[in-house]
């Protein structure tokens, strides 16, 4: 429990205690964390290796194992070795010097400095600085795994779990801070809304990547409450297909992805990592074919030539027609069984028949869709990316155009092919009707004529509230309570084969036959989190972003969809927390400044939902679809003029939000303007010290000046033809001072005349 | 001719000079201003300002015009007055105590440091700085320009000319180099290109903004190329209104604009100007109606609230509904008259009537336009802007509504309204009919039925040659041949007059007649500059961009445009050179990182080009408008479809070209690269330096770890049961050293034993 004080503890109360920390544990670690006397803790344990050795190749492994430990060593690595289950090992690691700690720190931070990314230049030694930013779990496990993966030459230890140099090193991860973990549920379960300072305590224990998911889902689900309340407003009081509700739909939908842009970059200055995906180090898989070097700056660098990659990219173009061949033939596969089956067939056992397309659909497309992945991602590798921001941009660029299909183009062909060509194209399902007629023994009746086969308009809605309500619905079950199942199966299962084993007798002992006591349980808990699977903020990104599409193209059909969505999304908040603290192991912290590529993914689907939402608008206006089903005769120039017209709406809404939002102040924009002002008054209170050393001129001497202006315009023509050197010295030797000046223009100005209306407007005067 | 070599001093050849400048003079003034003999030069002096007294209330001039000179003389300003042309006098000023202008010079670069405008610190001290980045002519006359006219709080001498404060300042202005202009007109007249040297020469002479203005001239004239041979192919090969024509004229707006921004931005680093616009000061004419205090910085502001400005830009409704509606009904007033006695009228004084509509349109049009700008302006003024370039943006921004409508709005009638509706709408001239044959006695024939009435298909093309040819050849002969030959004849009638007035006996003398004759020949040109015009960058970038517009949105309809464009374009590029040397005053430097608001102009007609050109190319697709002229039946949906299209191609298109725009390296980035670079690099060792401070821990103690590593495993559980503080401890203490723990690991190898499918696989290999 001692360890709920540490979550606690904010930067200021650190700022408080003591400036000078009394020893360098105290201030790089927590303050719990080197005196803790609980036993519920995690002994100090930064991170777990899992090492694999082969029980066939023991020399072999025992060399590798004291090359690894010795290098962890090398790099202020503090180790312990325990028994891992299957020939595992688990090397339990902790900071032991803290000079490359430091060194880390201290690089990092000067180096986010000079990019950018921290606006405060960091204090003048590593103590100092560490006193005025304090260390954050996040930072600390990053820096940490940043001296256990990186290359040696960057002073890091060099192993990466799972490459070529390092294939036994299975996987480093952190432990789970039990504690805070109980403590972040139980708040959350109560809580019905996070605030910044969650959101703040997510990123300190989880990083900015994971907590840039959470802060995307809250605002989200803020943002659902407004289509919410509408759409139940909607689905009350207007007619169905409201453009009303679709003008006001797709608004929401570009205000919502603009905002989301400001609070991101609200966040990004919030945690100091605005722009770090520009200081990303280069990928290891990175292949470079070329070293050139910079014009500029004349560093040598490895780079791949970008019209190198272009080529290799060229194989996008098959990769996305073959995944929309692939996939969109199975869906379209099953749609016109469905169909076939709904309504034309009407044969025997249609009753079982009709499950047919979700059979197909549930067995072939978890492998197609792997298959694809498996291909997107091999693509991906070819396509050797520098950094892994940009691989992940890529790939996820891939992967949302698989999503897309699976996730839409059914809906796509009921609102766009199904609905308004159903009654041409059904009748081609003649020849389906052929053949199940001489399948079943002509038991087809004939006497039904293909043109009174009706189509079923009422299919779209249907399915969108498949995929608003059933489908979240599912998709939660599998993605939480099934895999907690399944492991509270795993572990009965694993308890009781090792009880089987222990009575059996030539089988090796189980790992945890030789631990100490005291120690047994925390190493079960460990054993136990080895084997949990990694956390992927992509996917569970993924699926919001999905979400938001059903949303963004179809909800004019139902207006009820963000409904179902917000009440869906309050529980997944809380699922994705319960999965990352009980289900995955803890996530490597990682920074970022955004969501990356799921932003271009967030405003094509903005942009293509102004298109949908336009032309089913007009498709299903006039209330054409009506139970008893028959559209409404769509014509070309109408549906044509209001996608036209949704898409000018869309783009100028756009433009007018992202000016309005650009004008918003922030507290992260405040943040940054502090600092820059801060920098500006240093700097030019310099700038004013530097100045007081420029020569000093005597001021103009007005005394003297007087003395010599008793000249008379004469005197002044006079000197002009003394021979002074140049004309321009004589042009500028007329008048000496500027009381000279003076007199001599109020000469001028005495001597004029004024002109003939000038002079006529006088007498009128006088 | 001397000033010549200053004009081509470089950069680099000034900084080979000595490094310690022997005088001040010679560190800020140009190596040869200071000692220059030639008659032919200005004298040294920097600006001229023009005094306009009273001859009615000579004391009050007098007086003022004392603190006039004073002012100028307390920020070290040398003045010298002459006799100016009725009842002005002409101030001349230069330099006289540098240290005001060293403290400006000083204070201005570091600004621009700290608001990341210069990419590098200024050198430590004034002297160096100077050395290290000689001042520019732009430069020193830019600053000389802020001495006189800043408020005196921030160390100006406030005066500004016809403001409240200064009535009687007439103008401010800098004395043409004419050596300098003599050998730019001759160059330019040989060369058939400008390239970047000539470029900044004109950045060097004239500052930034002018520099920008013949950027973008150039850029544009070298893009021109590309669709005047498309186009000459396009008009030799193609059918008229060919969508492949289209489409790569719409393409290359894109990429034209893209690529302008692209390069203005590299222009801005290479020029030191990114972001000025960032760190402009308030307007004078600003007024603040609250003064906040900035939550983040502290600072006091005076603002003048968004909303509140909002509700006042709101009249900019009524003034475009307004504009609109003037200058539109003009518009369409003439174009019906046209057509009514082109294609109606048939009755007497037809040959002259017909000139009606041009007479009309010449005669009102600039009359409204002038009401309208004036309009415009008070509106701008209203609307409060805090500083120039906000206000000059919003104004544009009212200019272009304006000249939208005058320029593209006949041709759009003739496109999209006389073109497909014209059968139906001529038919209601009828009134007119009826009232032209009651007017004409019934001359009319009633024979013609109106529904034979052929709409002239011919007319668009016609429209846009005319356009495109004649309106060229007329705007340049108004724009630079006129004033010519007007200035000329003003000239020999000032002589004549005041040939006269000498021969008279009352009137006063002629301002030359009190001049010098060794400073005769000078004063008359400044005289005769004094009457120039000053010149305004935006009036000739309107016409570009509106030359940009009948491209982006027309050239569909005469392939032969951009050949034009690219003919008028050599010349006008200059003729503006000519205008700027000989027929206005010498511009005041401005800086500028940007063609500012125009940007916007440019884009905004590249995307409605998208709109029109699909819906020209497919309206008059089929060739349907022959001589013949029989308009293609057109559909509805077909003409939407084309639009949409268009639109999507132009929406793809911008986001690829702007990307791919923005992976192309260039000199400006280099530049900007570099320095951050040489930041980084310093800042880095200073780091590595600060690291060194950092307390340094024994590395590793290998040695010793060998001694100690003879214990056992037996050891090892042994030294577990000592009783040691807490469990972390305890932990942390079985193994000492790396060598402990690789040690233990081995053992835990080697005690394994290989599972079942691994020691099958071993036996099978025995």
Redesign the interface.
């Given at each position: 429990m001692s360890n709920q004080g540490a979550a606690g503890t904010s930067p200021a109360e650190l700022k408080s205690r003591s400036t000078i920390p009394r020893s360098?544990s105290e201030a790089v670690l927590p303050p719990n964390m080197a005196k803790?006397?609980a036993?519920n803790?995690n002994?100090?344990v930064e991170y777990v290796l899992i090492?694999r050795?082969?029980?066939?190749e023991?020399e072999e492994?025992?060399k590798t194992?004291?090359q690894l430990?010795?290098k962890?060593?090398?790099v202020?690595l503090?180790?312990?070795?325990r028994?891992g289950e299957?020939?595992t090992?688990m090397?339990?690691i902790?900071i032991?010097?803290?000079?490359h700690v430091?060194?880390e720190v201290?690089?990092s931070r000067?180096?986010d400095?000079?990019?950018g990314v921290r606006l405060t230049e960091p204090a003048?030694?590593?103590?100092a600085s560490l006193n005025e930013d304090p260390l954050t779990d996040a930072e600390r496990l990053l820096i940490i795994y940043q001296l256990i993966t990186n290359d040696e030459k960057d002073g890091g230890a060099g192993i990466r779990p799972k490459t070529k140099r390092w294939p036994q090193v299975e996987s480093i991860f952190a432990l789970h801070d039990h504690v805070y973990n109980k403590h972040w549920l139980q708040k959350w379960s109560t809580n019905w809304q996070l605030n910044i300072e969650d959101l703040d305590e997510i990123r300190n224990k989880f990083g900015e990547k994971v907590a840039y998911y959470f802060a995307f889902e809250q605002t989200y689900f803020n943002f659902l409450i407004y289509p919410g309340v509408g759409g139940f407003l909607a689905w009350l009081l207007l007619d169905s297909f409201s453009p009303i509700f679709a003008v006001l739909a797709c608004s929401w939908c570009v205000i919502f992805v603009e905002w989301w842009k400001h609070r991101e970059r609200d966040l990004a200055l919030r945690w100091g990592v605005r722009g770090v995906s520009n200081i990303e180090s280069k990928r290891d898989e990175f292949e470079a074919s070329h070293e050139i070097e910079?014009?500029?700056?004349g560093?040598k660098q490895k780079t791949f030539p970008?019209w190198q990659r272009l080529q290799r990219q060229a194989l996008q173009l098959p990769f996305a027609i073959c995944a929309i061949a692939v996939l969109g033939s199975l869906i379209i596969l099953c749609f016109v069984i469905e169909i076939f089956i709904g309504e034309v067939y009407d044969g025997p056992g249609k009753s079982v028949l009709t499950y047919l397309p979700v059979i197909i659909l549930t067995t072939c497309m978890p492998f197609l869709t792997n298959a694809m992945t498996g291909l997107a991602t091999r693509l991906n590798d070819y396509e050797n990316y520098e950094t892994a921001s940009r691989y992940e941009s890529a790939l996820t660029a891939k992967l949302f155009v698989m999503n897309f299909i699976t996730s839409y183009l059914g809906l796509i062909l009921t609102a766009f092919v199904y609905v308004p060509f159903g009654k041409l194209l059904i009748p081609h399902l003649d020849v389906a009707n052929v053949v199940a007629r001489s399948y079943t023994d002509g038991k087809v009746p004939l006497e039904k004529s293909l043109d009174l086969y009706d189509i079923n308009p009422d299919r779209l809605r249907k399915q969108v509230i498949y995929f608003a309500v059933t489908a979240s619905i599912v998709n939660f079950a599998t993605e939480v309570v099934v895999p907690y199942f399944k492991r509270q199966g795993t572990v009965k299962f694993r308890e009781l084969t090792a009880s089987r084993k222990r009575s059996g007798s030539k089988?090796?002992p189980s790992a945890s036959a030789n631990d100490?006591p005291?120690?047994r349980e925390?190493l079960a808990r460990v054993r136990s989190e080895a084997e949990l699977t990694t956390y992927d903020v992509q996917s569970d990104l993924r699926e919001m972003i999905i979400q938001f599409g059903y949303l963004s193209l179809f909800s004019v059909v139902w207006p009820l969809v963000p409904v179902s969505f917000l009440v869906n999304n309050w529980f997944e908040l809380r699922a994705d927390a319960f999965k990352i603290c009980l289900e995955m192991q803890r996530p490597t912290p990682a920074r970022a400044d955004s969501i990356g590529p799921w932003l271009d993914a967030l405003e094509f689907l903005t942009w293509l939902g102004s298109l949908t939402m336009g032309a089913l608008t007009y498709m299903f206006s006039n209330d054409g679809v009506g139970p008893d089903g028959s559209p409404y005769t769509i014509?070309?120039?109408g549906?044509?003029?209001s996608?036209?017209l949704s898409?000018q709406i869309y783009l100028v809404s756009h433009k007018v939000v992202r000016y309005a939002i650009s004008?918003i102040d922030s507290p992260g924009?405040?943040?940054e303007?502090?600092a820059r002002?801060l920098?500006?008054e240093q700097?030019?209170s310099q700038?004013l010290g530097?100045?007081a050393?420029?020569?000093?001129?005597s001021?103009?001497d007005d005394e003297k000046d007087v003395t010599i202006t008793r000249e008379s315009l004469e005197e002044e023509?006079r000197q002009?033809t003394l021979s002074t050197s140049?004309?321009?010295k004589?042009?500028?030797s007329?008048?000496q001072?500027?009381?000279e000046?003076?007199k001599?223009?109020?000469a001028?100005?005495?001597?004029?005349?004024?002109?003939e209306k000038?002079s006529a407007?006088?007498k009128k005067e006088l």
């Open positions: 360098f803790t006397h036993a803790n002994m100090g090492f050795f082969s029980a066939t023991k492994s025992a194992f004291e430990v010795h962890l060593a090398r202020g503090a180790t312990e070795v028994q299957d020939h090992l090397v339990f902790k032991a010097s803290l000079e430091y060194g201290y690089r000067v180096r400095w000079i990019h003048q030694d590593v103590e910079d014009v500029a700056t560093e970008a089988t090796e100490v005291e120690e925390f014509k070309g120039w549906l044509l003029l996608i036209f898409e004008k924009r405040q943040k303007r502090r002002y920098v500006r700097f030019l700038s530097k100045l050393r420029a020569p000093t001129f001021e103009v023509q002009s140049t004309p321009e004589k042009f500028w007329r008048q001072g500027w009381r000046t003076a001599v223009g109020q001028y100005i005495t001597q004029s005349q004024p002109n000038e407007q006088q």
